[in-house]
Every structure is written in C-alpha cells, then in structure tokens.
C-alpha cells in the first residue's frame, strides 16, 4: 500500500471511530435509500455524518460533535442556522395554516420583496425549487421564441431536469447522460468565450435561449465576471435571443439585487432558489412582462400551464419574506463576503509559508481549494488560478482523496463539502482562524 493510501487509511479508522452513530443510522439508511442518501453531494465514504442540530455558524452531529458549518445548506443559508427572527415567522405561521390551498397575504409580501431586489423582476411565478425555476424558464423562452433549443456553458448547473443536466460535469463533450435522450442534450459552448457564443447563435437558428450561472459554473469554480457578461448580453441583444441569468445561488448571497444587481446587467429571465426561501422549499422565475405573460389566461393565445401543489406556500413565504427583509440592508451580503475574502487570504498565507502546492481563489462567500497546484501565487482577491482555464480548474475528481479530505475535516470540527465551501454572515472571524487551522491538520493528516 502507498504512503498515501496508508495515510488515508488511517483518517478513515479515526473517522469510524470518532462517528460511530452515523455510522449505525448510514446502516439503517441503505436499506432504505439508494447509496443510503437523499442527495448526491451527501454522499460520502465510508458512511456520512448525521446531525441532529444546528444554529448560527455551527451543526451538531449525533455523536455530540460541534462542527463550524460551510455547507450553508447547500447554499440556501446566508444568515446561519435557525436564524431567531425567520424561526419566529414560520412558527407564527405554522399555527395559522400550512397549506390553505389557497391564494395568502404572505406570497404577495414575499413577490413584493423580490421585485424590489431584483432588477429584472418586472413580473414572477413561484415555484417549489431551482431545478423547478430553470425548468419554467426554458418552456417560457419556447413559447416566447418559437424556438427549441437551449445554449449552456460547460460546468455550470441548472438543476437536475432532461434539458440542462448534460455538461455539468466532465467529460462535457461526447459522452451521453443517462436517462436523457440525444435529442434533449443543449448546445453546449465554453465559459469565457463571446467568439463561441456568437458563432453558435449565429450557425444556428434553432437556439432560443442563452442560459448562464453569472459568477461560473458550481459558484466560481471557473469564475465568470463582468466583462464576459456584458458582451453576452450584447451579443444575444444582437441575434435577439433572450438571456436567463441562473442566480438559484448568486440570488441574495453575491449583492441583495444579485449578481445583475452587482455586475449592472439585466437579463430577460431570472431563476432563484434557496436564499430566496430563507433556508425552506421554494423558487422563483421572473422577468420580463411579456414572457411572464404566457402563464397568463389570455383567451386566443398560448399560455404555459403550471400548476404546483406548494408553489409559494405560506411557510417559506414566511421565511423568505424575513430572510428577503433582513438581506435588503445588505449586511449579510457584506459580512458573508468580507468573511470569505478573509479565508481566501488566511489559507494562501498558510500554503505560502509551507510552501505548499494548493492555492484558494473565489469570489464573494465563496472558497474554492485547489491542491496540486503548480502556477503564480495570489497577489489579491481578484486572482484566478490558470488564467481560468476550465480543464485546469476542474479536473477528473480523484474521489478517494476528496473523501479522505471531508473525513479530516471532520476529525477537526469543520463540514465543508469536499474542496469548496461558503461563508455566512453568521460566521465570526474566530470561526474562519479555527477553520484555517482546520483545513491545515486536514492536509497535514493526508500529507
């Protein structure tokens, strides 16, 4: 056996020792779900953790562990765990009603706060989920074009339906998802570049929409930025071909208005999740008027059919409402941010001392960890490693390795998703030192 797989091994024999109920219940779990998990990301060898609580910047497993969090519930939580103020609105809520099956004051509350956030929020439909709200937008932008093709850029995700689920992940070209027929797959183009994107819009006339996740694929792991998203609004703007920005994650965590709110770019079409329901079940798509107006009963024209058992029920009404209110002064956005940056710097200073071959690069509340890595140091926050090179920043996943890693982190009290993970605004700068320190015994334990 390698060093290295001997120092794996041995991260793992502390690990099963040190989490032993997660083990027991994993075990219950796998007689009943797939892999024993509700969700991909979830899935981790030799038995993931199970927490029993969580509050603030912290989770506690059922072994009693206190972990400094950076999941941020999957992206969904910019003000921590059980924030006081949004516990407090879906429990007054919970004793007024559930599901009325009804329309409520709460879901004109809640669309009132998104179109005063939202720059291109001129009107909305609420849904249940992200995939959800990508799902609605591409059917508008059929029904508005006439159109039926869908262009995306290679790495970025929309959720988990037949028509953008192909080159989320490598290999992004050649290879068929399963379960998606060929004839579902979109056309698919490299981030970063306007001369691709023009000639595929302009070679092909069946594409109707441009769709795009405006700071990079998985929240930056190949960052997008400004000057790419300028150029692709122009050049859909040119061949007249609408614009969705994918902000299901960038939504309230980059800027309150979002990432257009921060780049000052207004696409057609916005889809929003997670923070957007403060934590709880729920999307939106909005945009422009009249694409919105295909939901519309218009007697003589098309209109899209949607129906949805808990579109914009009352709980995460009350819960986005809060989270939406409590965004707007945009302290959370600048507190998660500052923190990030804070941990971006603090890790290359530690791999910088150690002369260490890993680097951390992202954006706003995002920290993204690249081991074996061979290029210039960061001077500032701006940095991109390899120029942004999609093959570079996201290569073939060594699975073992990035398990082993999850499982250190663990042994030293931080959950972080494998190599990328996100700040909150309930995080303390003492949370980002420990967790620093944290990531640091990880590498050092698997060296």
Same mark, same amino acid.
């Given at each position: 056996?390698?060093?290295?797989?001997?120092?794996?091994?041995?991260?793992?024999?502390?690990?099963?020792?040190?989490?032993?109920?997660?083990?027991?219940?994993?075990?219950?779990?796998?007689?009943?779900?797939?892999?024993?998990?509700?969700?991909?990301?979830?899935?981790?060898?030799?038995?993931?953790?199970?927490?029993?609580?969580?509050? =603030?910047?912290y989770k506690w497993d059922v072994d009693g562990h206190q972990l400094?969090?950076?999941?941020?519930?999957?992206?969904?939580?910019?003000?921590?765990?059980?924030?006081?103020?949004?516990?407090?609105?879906?429990?007054?809520?919970?004793?007024?009603?559930?599901?009325?099956?009804?329309?409520?004051?709460?879901?004109?509350?809640?669309?009132? /706060?998104?179109?005063?956030?939202?720059?291109?929020?001129?009107?909305?439909?609420?849904?249940?989920?992200?995939?959800?709200?990508?799902?609605?937008?591409?059917?508008?932008?059929?029904?508005?074009?006439?159109?039926?093709?869908?262009?995306?850029?290679? =790495?970025?995700?929309?959720?988990?339906?037949?028509?953008?689920?192909?080159?989320?992940?490598?290999?992004?070209?050649?290879a068929q998802t399963p379960g998606i027929p060929r004839h579902f797959?979109?056309?698919?183009?490299?981030?970063?570049?306007?001369?691709?994107?023009?000639?595929?819009?302009?070679?092909?006339?069946?594409?109707?929409?441009?769709?795009?996740?405006?700071?990079?694929?998985?929240? =930056?792991?190949?960052?997008?930025?400004?000057?790419?998203?300028?150029?692709?609004?122009?050049?859909?703007?040119?061949?007249?071909?609408?614009?969705?920005?994918?902000?299901?994650?960038?939504?309230?965590?980059?800027?309150?208005?979002?990432?257009?709110?921060?780049?000052?770019?207004?696409?057609?079409?916005?889809?929003?999740?997670?923070?957007?329901?403060?934590?709880?079940?729920?999307?939106?798509?909005?945009?422009?008027?009249?694409?919105?107006?295909?939901?519309?009963?218009?007697?003589?024209?098309?209109?899209?059919?949607?129906?949805?058992?808990?579109?914009?029920?009352?709980?995460?009404?009350?819960? =986005?409402?809060?989270?939406?209110?409590?965004?707007?002064?945009?302290?959370?956005?600048?507190?998660?941010?500052?923190?990030?940056?804070?941990?971006?710097?603090?890790?290359?200073? /530690?791999?910088?001392?150690?002369?260490?071959? /890993?680097?951390?690069?992202?954006?706003?509340?995002?920290?993204?960890?690249?081991?074996?890595?061979?290029?210039?140091?960061?001077?500032?926050?701006t940095f991109i490693p390899y120029d942004g090179d999609p093959d570079?920043?996201?290569?073939?996943?060594?699975?073992?390795?990035?398990?082993?890693?999850?499982?250190?982190?663990?042994?030293?009290?931080?959950?972080?998703?494998?190599?990328?993970?996100?700040?909150?605004?309930?995080?303390?700068?003492?949370?980002?030192?420990?967790?620093?320190?944290?990531?640091?015994?990880?590498?050092?334990?698997?060296?």
């Amino acid at each position: 056996m390698s060093q290295a797989a001997l120092a794996c091994s041995s991260v793992t024999e502390k690990f099963e020792k040190e989490f032993s109920t997660s083990r027991k219940l994993h075990e219950q779990a796998s007689e009943l779900f797939p892999h024993g998990v509700t969700h991909d990301l979830r899935y981790l060898t030799p038995f993931p953790i199970y927490v029993d609580r969580a509050e =603030g910047a912290y989770k506690w497993d059922v072994d009693g562990h206190q972990l400094i969090d950076f999941w941020a519930g999957h992206g969904a939580l910019l003000l921590g765990h059980s924030h006081p103020e949004v516990v407090s609105a879906v429990q007054k809520q919970m004793a007024k009603a559930t599901h009325p099956g009804a329309c409520h004051e709460l879901e004109v509350e809640w669309g009132q /706060w998104v179109q005063r956030l939202i720059p291109s929020a001129e009107r909305m439909r609420f849904v249940s989920s992200g995939t959800e709200a990508t799902l609605m937008a591409l059917r508008l932008c059929r029904i508005a074009t006439g159109k039926p093709k869908v262009l995306k850029f290679a =790495g970025h995700f929309h959720g988990w339906h037949d028509f953008v689920l192909p080159a989320c992940d490598l290999p992004y070209r050649g290879a068929q998802t399963p379960g998606i027929p060929r004839h579902f797959e979109p056309v698919i183009v490299r981030p970063n570049d306007p001369d691709a994107v023009e000639q595929a819009l302009a070679n092909d006339p069946e594409i109707g929409c441009v769709i795009i996740e405006p700071t990079g694929g998985h929240f =930056g792991q190949v960052p997008v930025r400004g000057p790419f998203l300028t150029a692709l609004r122009e050049i859909t703007e040119k061949h007249r071909r609408l614009l969705i920005f994918d902000e299901v994650i960038t939504g309230f965590r980059v800027h309150p208005n979002g990432a257009q709110g921060h780049y000052g770019i207004k696409p057609d079409l916005t889809t929003m999740a997670k923070i957007l329901a403060g934590g709880l079940p729920g999307g939106c798509v909005a945009g422009r008027a009249d694409i919105l107006d295909f939901l519309t009963f218009r007697p003589g024209q098309p209109k899209m059919k949607h129906p949805g058992t808990f579109n914009a029920n009352p709980l995460s009404a009350a819960a =986005g409402t809060t989270t939406l209110r409590l965004v707007s002064t945009g302290e959370p956005c600048r507190r998660a941010n500052e923190l990030g940056q804070r941990m971006r710097r603090q890790l290359n200073e /530690w791999f910088a001392r150690r002369n260490l071959n /890993w680097v951390a690069y992202g954006e706003f509340s995002g920290v993204k960890l690249l081991p074996n890595y061979d290029g210039p140091r960061p001077d500032d926050d701006t940095f991109i490693p390899y120029d942004g090179d999609p093959d570079r920043l996201e290569p073939e996943k060594n699975v073992p390795f990035i398990h082993a890693f999850r499982q250190a982190l663990l042994l030293n009290g931080v959950d972080m998703p494998g190599l990328a993970g996100m700040t909150m605004s309930a995080h303390s700068e003492e949370d980002i030192d420990r967790a620093v320190d944290a990531i640091g015994s990880a590498i050092e334990m698997l060296k």
